[in-house]
T-cell receptor, first 113, second 114 residues
Framework: DPKIIQKPKYLVAVTGSEKILICEQYLGHNAMYWYRQSAKKPLEFMFSYSYQKLMDNQTASSRFQPQSSKKNHLDLQITALKPDDSATYFC?????WGGGEQYFGPGTRLTVL | AQSVTQPDARVTVSEGASLQLRCKYSYSATPYLFWYVQYPRQGLQLLLKYYSGDPVVQGVNGFEAEFSKSNSSFHLRKASVHWSDSAVYFCAVKSGGSNYKLTFGKGTLLTVTP
């Protein structure tokens, strides 16, 4: 059974719209992360959370807002979508923030038209 | 700021041949280093990690990597590749302190030919 679930697997959106990417982890981890992988850039860190608290935000735009309703959930809301937002978004988790290795979900591939 | 360089964007080897994928890192403190593999249309899977101690670390599926502080490198090796090893391989360094995150290289696409 998959331990980190990301929904949907594929997502197509129009410019200017808003989407929410879902991430749930069943590893019992206390830290969660978002990364982005696009055609133009390598995998890059976006956010980290520990016990549902934002620890680090490396995205320049406020259009990206993580949301943690439960300890094992970390969704990513993206507003005013742009074609440059097209990428695969990976959720990851680790036992604790700052320690141990990170495990990745299968990703959500977002295409903005 | 830390960085990771994977100088080879693509590597092609014959099945049964040995493999080395190169990784150079830049980090001021003691690095925590990782290799991840990404199979087509899948997420990243952890192959192996180095935190301290023996510079040669063993991973899954016969992979190993060697840490060299003097060369700032963490090269991945395998003695005999299989066609199923075809994938993209990412080297990553973990920063610490208040800026805890993984920094990845651009990845190396490995193609194993029959």
């Amino acid at each position: 059974d998959p331990k980190i679930i990301q929904k949907p697997k594929y997502l197509v959106a129009v410019t200017g719209s808003e989407k929410i990417l879902i991430c749930e982890q069943y590893l019992g981890h206390n830290a969660m992360y978002w990364y982005r992988q696009s055609a133009k850039k390598p995998l890059e860190f976006m956010f980290s959370y520990s016990y549902q608290k934002l620890m680090d935000n490396q995205t320049a735009s406020s259009r990206f807002q993580p949301q943690s309703s439960k300890k094992n959930h970390l969704d990513l809301q993206i507003t005013a979508l742009k074609p440059d937002d097209s990428a695969t978004y990976f959720c990851a988790s680790s036992q604790e923030w700052g320690g141990g290795e990170q495990y990745f979900g299968p990703g959500t591939r977002l295409t903005v038209l | 700021a830390q960085s990771v360089t994977q100088p080879d964007a693509r590597v092609t080897v014959s099945e049964g041949a040995s493999l080395q994928l190169r990784c150079k890192y830049s980090y001021s403190a003691t690095p925590y280093l990782f290799w991840y593999v990404q199979y087509p249309r899948q997420g990243l899977q952890l192959l192996l990690k180095y935190y301290s101690g023996d510079p040669v670390v063993q991973g899954v599926n016969g992979f190993e990597a060697e840490f060299s502080k003097s060369n700032s490198s963490f090269h991945l090796r395998k003695a005999s590749v299989h066609w199923s090893d075809s994938a993209v391989y990412f080297c990553a360094v973990k920063s610490g302190g208040s800026n805890y995150k993984l920094t990845f290289g651009k990845g190396t696409l490995l193609t194993v030919t029959p």
